[in-house]
Structures are given as structure tokens and as C-alpha cells.
């Protein structure tokens, strides 16, 4: 890892993660879709099982969760969606299946951030009792979305907090929020795939960084190779493909600072632990 970019690095001394904080990845199942479909030059031979998992950052203030996985319901949401939407799929354990057997304290949990609103990313908020953390411009997408319903199923009853990127710009990102006042966890805007779609910037110690960038890209190539989705799934599936073009440039920028993670790539959650009994770090008082 070269810090070559005395800005860059400027920014990243800054974040002062405390003691105590931690980070592991609860996988919930996955889906197939062909990796023609997921980037431009991807081949409809190579089967992708694009992950859907959640991430646990413990932090002594409060521990968030990014995204919440497939859920109990998960097969009732698949029915909600159009069809061309629906996909094999294998369903695992949800978060809070996770949580429980590892004997985790929920008092603990204080909001789940989502990159964005999409069914693949709530679906788990069926059975989970948090605050949800989205930002104002989501909840509006989430309104207006016709093709995906889940989240407005899945939210019902939970404390939705709406926030704002009230803090100043951030690694190249034009505005930020940083959710403990310390660095550790800050969320930047990248509007591309949904239009209130957010890239969660966390580092558990200075040289434990991560970049969870959502759907920006869907698998890894997104990123090390700069390509977008295939022109068709743009279509679909994007709000703003210049947007996308441009935070898949300031993602790339990162990569040799952090460990980037594009939700559905499981490759990119390599060397996050998973939620074991007796992994998690003990509260702080
Ligand atoms: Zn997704």
C-alpha cells in the first residue's frame, strides 16, 4: 500500500478510530446473475453469485450496521419484484439469525445505514428492530420506485432517520457526514445508481480501511478495470450514469488507501471476519 497522494493521506490521518472498534461481515445468501450482465465485458458463461451481506461495525458509541441482507421474508420480496428481476437464489442465515447466535447484545445496535434502498439490501430490516439511517434523497427514490416495493414493506414501523451531508468534502467526494464526529464511519454521496445512493467510508484502525460502496459497481471489475454496467443494465438499473462514471473514478483513486467492497462481490469482503460467538468486542464503559 503506497500513501503517494499528500492529500489523500491528509484526510486519512485525520480519522481518529477509538479503541475497541471492530468489523465483521454476515453473509445472508446470495443470487445468480451472469457476469454479462453485471459489467461491460463480463461473459454470459461466467455465473456470478452476487453476495448479499451485511457489515457490522462495532464502535464504543454505538455499533451500525451497513445494509441488512436478505431477510425472514426474503421470498415474499423476491415475489414483490418483476419478474425479469428474479433470479436463482440460495438464502442463508439473515443478520438477525447471525446476531442472535453469536449471542450479540442488541442494545448495542444503534441504526442500520443502506447505500441505497434496493429489496437486496433492506430485505433484512423485516427482523431487525433498529433505526434506519437513509439520507432524505433516498427516502424520495424509495417513494417513487415503482419496480421495488420491499422497502416500503420493510420500513414500516421503524424509526427512519432521514440525515444530510452536513460536513465538508471528503476524499474527493463533494460532501460528507461523519457519523461519530471521529472519522471512523463517514458517508459520502454517490448518486449514480440510486439518486440517494451512499458510498460508507469506515476505518477500524489506520491501517484497517474500507470503502462499502454499494451498487456503484457490482463486481470487483467495476472497480479495477473502471467499467460500468453493460449499456442495458445502465438503463435499468442506474439513475445518473455519468455520476456512476465519476465515483467509480474517485473509488478507483481510493483503492490503493483502502479495501473497496461493491456490496455483491463476496470477493470483496475477503479478510472481514464473520460474526462468531464470542468475536465481538465487549462494550466500553
Ligand atoms: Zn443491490
Known amino acids: 500500500m503506497t500513501n503517494n497522494d499528500p492529500g489523500v493521506a491528509r484526510a486519512l490521518a485525520a480519522a481518529g478510530p477509538p479503541p475497541g472498534m471492530a468489523i465483521f461481515q454476515l453473509p445472508t445468501g ?18 456470478r ?27 415474499e420480496h423476491i415475489r414483490m419484484l418483476p419478474s425479469f428481476r428474479r ?24 441504526g442500520v445505514i443502506l447505500t441505497h434502498s434496493h429489496w437486496d439490501h433492506v430485505s433484512g430490516l423485516d427482523s431487525l428492530d433498529v433505526p434506519i439511517l437513509v439520507t432524505d434523497e433516498e427516502l424520495r427514490y424509495a417513494d417513487h420506485n415503482r419496480g421495488d416495493r420491499v422497502f416500503r414493506r420493510v420500513a414500516a414501523g421503524h424509526d427512519v432517520r432521514g440525515y444530510s451531508f452536513d460536513g465538508p468534502a471528503h476524499l ?38 474500507f470503502a462499502f460502496i454499494g451498487d456503484l459497481a457490482w463486481q470487483l471489475e467495476g472497480v479495477t478495470h473502471r467499467v460500468q454496467r453493460p449499456l442495458l443494465m445502465r438503463i435499468l438499473a442506474d439513475s445518473d450514469s455519468a455520476r ?17 467492497v461493491p456490496a ?22
Open 30 to 47: 446470495t443470487y445468480e446473475t451472469p457476469a454479462a450482465l453485471a459489467f461491460q465485458g463480463g461473459s454470459f458463461r461466467d455465473r
Open 49 to 75: 453469485q452476487f453476495a448479499a451481506t451485511a457489515v457490522l461495525v462495532q464502535h464504543p458509541e454505538g455499533d451500525v450496521l451497513i445494509d441488512a441482507g436478505f431477510g425472514a421474508q426474503a421470498e
Open 87 to 110: 433470479s436463482p437464489h440460495h438464502l442463508g442465515s439473515t443478520v438477525s439469525e447471525q446476531l442472535d447466535a453469536a449471542g450479540y447484545d442488541r442494545t448495542r445496535l444503534s
Open 172 to 209: 474527493g467526494f463533494p460532501a460528507s457526514h461523519d457519523l461519530h464526529g471521529d472519522g471512523s464511519v463517514v458517508i459520502v454521496p454517490a448518486p449514480g445508481h440510486t439518486t440517494g445512493s451512499v458510498v460508507v467510508l469506515v476505518t477500524v484502525r489506520p491501517d484497517q480501511r
Open 244 to 260: 456512476i462514471r465519476q465515483d467509480l473514478a474517485r473509488v478507483t483513486a481510493l483503492s490503493p488507501y483502502m479495501q473497496i
Open 264 to 285: 455483491h462481490d463476496a470477493r470483496g469482503y475477503d479478510g472481514i471476519p464473520l460474526l462468531v460467538p464470542g468475536r465481538t468486542t465487549s462494550r466500553a464503559s
